[in-house]
């Protein structure tokens, strides 16, 4: 028998690129130092263990496909299955991605648990975890399911011998860089084992109509391949973001095939784990303080839902020559050229201060419509005059000073209204839908001078 050659290929950490020499900046995705040396065996890749058996195919008509089979199982947990769409789609592959500790084995968890409670024939794959460990951290969730299949297992082809096996309606897989198909040289974690491994994950998803969770640690270390490179494989990418140390976390909704995108969902980590947090506005403004300068409360929309935060600004004389300026959840460019304009076109001499910027309760938010927001935050704590708590703002500001109409102004202000804040300061181009809404007094401006005027008075 010939033997195998094997040859040493790169690929591109972030997006899979695959190239026959190392290089600085990836041709696809612009990133910088993150090619990773592999040694594949060209053999053995080709004939993976999902190219083992093929069966006859035939296409359907498109009349033939019933509308049921989209039908989606709906895990329990409210704000995880608005993020998928509605529910957990049969026959689909969804990502959940997120820095090692953030929550994901728990909020998975959670929904097997769930899942299973309803019914649902669940296996729970952990590559990371002893069956102890789960054990311990089903202990702090609370109740489980009996029916609730575990199993502690790295090695692809017994995974998937077992799925096939357990025919599962879902199935979780924690996490996707512990796996390995040992037919492939190269460590688990990296991008052809990672890829390997969601290929033939898919291949059984589709093939036997399971639903599967894979999931993936975002990771810029050397050694670990980022989701990123299967993010074009799968049918759903979530993220789940937040401040370690801060208790509440972000599902992110970054690419759905059966819903909407850019939906998210707000949990709260507690002792006993997820919480949902079903009115966010509410918990992003708790705490705030009272009357004082450089708070302003603005709001966003993500996805569908309003969500209203506290911008904060702090801006104080510079010691230094070069005055020092930080944006804590959100564009610190945007920080900047929002102080560009103010110092132009309202005269405020902010080349002299050092201005700390920040979203309240370690939020990110990049939406446009928090620039008006951000530039009055900025403002006030300049003049040391405090706005309205019971004020929201929101608008995009343009170089010229002038705020810019933005989507969803009604459903902003009702959000508003909802919560009981009694003035809303919209863009001027907004006012037209907006003009069924009553109970809460108006303040169209159209740029930041006359925005400033209104409300620092
Ligand atoms: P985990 O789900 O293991 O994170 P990931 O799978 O994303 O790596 O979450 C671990 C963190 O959550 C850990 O720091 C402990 C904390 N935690 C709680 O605060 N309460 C709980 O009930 C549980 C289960 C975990
Ligand atoms: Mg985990």
Not at 8 to 23: A, I
Not at 204 to 221: E, P, Q
Request: aromatic share 6%.
């Amino acid at each position: 028998m010939p033997k195998l050659k094997t040859k040493t290929v790169f690929f591109c950490q972030e997006c899979g690129y695959e190239s026959t020499k190392w290089m600085g900046q990836c041709p696809a995705c612009r990133q910088w130092n993150t090619f990773v040396e592999e040694t594949v065996s060209p053999a053995k890749t080709g004939a993976g263990i999902h190219h083992g058996s093929r069966e006859k195919v035939k296409p359907t008509r498109m009349n033939d496909i019933s509308m049921t089979e989209t039908a989606r199982t709906k895990t329990g947990i409210g704000e995880l299955d608005r993020v998928l769409g509605g529910g957990i789609v049969r026959g689909s592959m969804v990502l959940i991605g997120g820095d090692p500790g953030i929550g994901k084995s728990t909020l998975l968890l959670q929904a097997c648990r769930n899942l299973a409670a309803a019914g649902k024939q669940v296996l729970y794959i952990s590559g990371e975890e002893s069956l102890q460990q789960i054990r311990m951290r089903a202990e702090r969730i609370g109740d489980m399911s009996d029916s609730l299949l575990l199993l502690t297992e790295t090695n692809l082809g017994t995974i998937k011998e077992t799925i096939e096996e357990v025919k599962p309606d879902i199935c979780v897989i924690d996490s996707i860089q512990t796996m390995y198909n040992e037919e492939i040289t190269s460590a688990p974690g990296s991008v052809s084992q990672v890829r390997e491994a969601t290929g033939t994950l898919m291949m059984l998803a589709k093939g036997l109509d399971i639903s599967i969770f894979i999931v993936g640690h975002v990771t810029k270390d050397g050694s670990v391949a980022g989701p990123r490179v299967l993010e074009h494989m799968v049918d759903t990418v979530l993220y789940f973001e937040g401040d370690r140390q801060a208790s509440y976390r972000i599902l992110r909704a970054v690419k759905n095939r059966f819903g909407s995108t850019n939906e998210i969902g707000v949990f709260e980590m507690r002792e006993s784990g997820l919480t949902e947090v079903p009115n966010p506005s509410e918990y992003m403004l708790s705490g705030k303080p009272e009357g004082a300068s450089g708070s302003v409360v603005a709001c966003s929309v993500e996805g569908s839902r309003p969500v209203l935060i506290e911008i904060q600004a702090l801006v104080c004389k510079t010691n230094f020559n070069l005055p020092k300026r930080t944006a804590a959840g959100t564009d610190y460019n945007r920080v900047n050229l929002l102080m560009a304009v103010l110092e132009k076109r309202c005269d405020l001499q902010l080349g002299y201060y050092d201005a700390y910027v920040n979203i309240a309760g370690g939020i990110r938010m990049n939406e446009p419509a928090v620039d008006l927001g951000i530039a009055l935050a900025i403002a006030s704590s300049y003049q040391d005059k405090a706005i309205s708590d019971r004020t929201i703002v929101f608008g995009e500001v343009g170089l010229s000073g002038e705020v810019r109409a933005v989507s969803g102004a009604d459903i902003r202000v009702q959000e508003a209204k909802k919560l009981g804040f009694d003035t809303a300061v919209v863009p001027q181009a907004n006012m037209r839908s907006l003009k069924g809404i009553t109970g809460i007094t108006l303040v169209p401006v159209d740029s930041i001078r006359t925005a400033i005027r209104e409300i620092l008075k």
